[in-house]
């Protein structure tokens, strides 16, 4: 008797699978490197231990950016341009800006004005450079058939 699976199940599984895959690609240094560009001259009072956990934050939506670039990427593969692809995606790179967004005023701000408009700007570029990254590694993957 064969074992009945739901669709569901089994685009979740594969969905898994090439996340994994896709992250085989990202390397550490790099979200290091990317933290420090973009967020290194913000500085956050509590000490080394809270600089390290709002970098982690960091990291988390640079990896979630980076997998949603990947999964987009397939549109790319059939001829989409990248702005079309983003567009189909934009409200979750929306999503992800405003979460890092408020993930730095919950740590950092209270009143600043304008610090929190040069915040969301370095917020909204760094979604942006790690959502392009995931489409072209995922775009590579594609063209070399390692999906």
Do not use: P
């Amino acid at each position: 008797m064969n074992v009945i699976t739901s669709f569901n199940a089994k685009r979740r599984e594969r969905q898994i699978k090439y996340e994994r895959k896709l992250l085989k690609e990202l390397s550490i240094q790099s979200l290091k490197k990317s933290v420090q560009e973009y967020f290194g001259s913000e500085r956050i009072e509590g000490g080394l231990w809270l600089q390290q956990g709002v970098e982690e934050g960091c990291y988390d939506v640079a990896i979630e950016a980076f997998l949603l670039g990947g999964q987009y990427s397939r549109f790319g593969h059939y001829g989409e341009s990248i702005e079309q692809a983003k567009k189909r995606c934009e409200n979750e790179i929306r999503h992800l800006t405003d979460t890092l967004y408020n993930f730095w005023l919950y740590w950092k701000f209270g009143d600043q004005g304008f610090i929190q408009e040069s915040i969301y700007y370095s917020c909204e570029r760094f979604v942006d450079i790690w959502w392009m990254e995931g489409f072209t590694k995922g775009e590579q993957r594609r063209k070399l058939r390692l999906h």
